[in-house]
Nanobody
Framework: LVQLVESGGGSVQAGGSLRLSCVASGYPYSRSSMGWFRQAPGKAREGVAGFDTDGITAYADSVKGRFTISKDNAKNTLYLQMNSLKPEDTAMYYC?????????????????WGQGTQVTVSS
């Protein structure tokens, strides 16, 4: 059973920082895209940042220069460091993985998803 468990969300003021974590277990694929998506109330889910199947990072234009994706393969953990947070970053953040889909497309069509962690940024 594949499990992706997110943590690290919370409430911060604009300009603050948060670090999200996603621990993967039971994942049978050695090569995979893995990344973060988010969904704000009333809006479609969108890609934020992640690693593609070839290990190359991808970022949405809205977070470039503010967010940093990283991973610890030994811990099966994906991280998202979020700095200079803005109210428009408020959303539920989801970790997702897929052995074939490309993170670079930022399309939320991955096979495996976590339950999400809420990020709220106040002005």
């Amino acid at each position: 059973l594949v499990q992706l468990v997110e943590s690290g969300g919370g409430s911060v003021q604009a300009g603050g920082s948060l670090r999200l974590s996603c621990v993967a277990s039971g994942y049978p694929y050695s090569r995979s895209s893995m990344g973060w998506f988010r969904q704000a109330p009333g809006k479609a889910r969108e890609g934020v940042a992640g690693f593609d199947t070839d290990g190359i990072t991808a970022y949405a234009d809205s977070v470039k220069g503010r967010f940093t994706i990283s991973k610890d393969n030994a811990k099966n953990t994906l991280y998202l460091q979020m700095n200079s947070l803005k109210p428009e970053d408020t959303a539920m953040y989801y970790c997702a993985a897929d052995p074939l889909r490309r993170m670079a497309t930022m399309t939320p069509n991955f096979a495996f998803w976590g339950q999400g962690t809420q990020v709220t940024v106040s002005s």
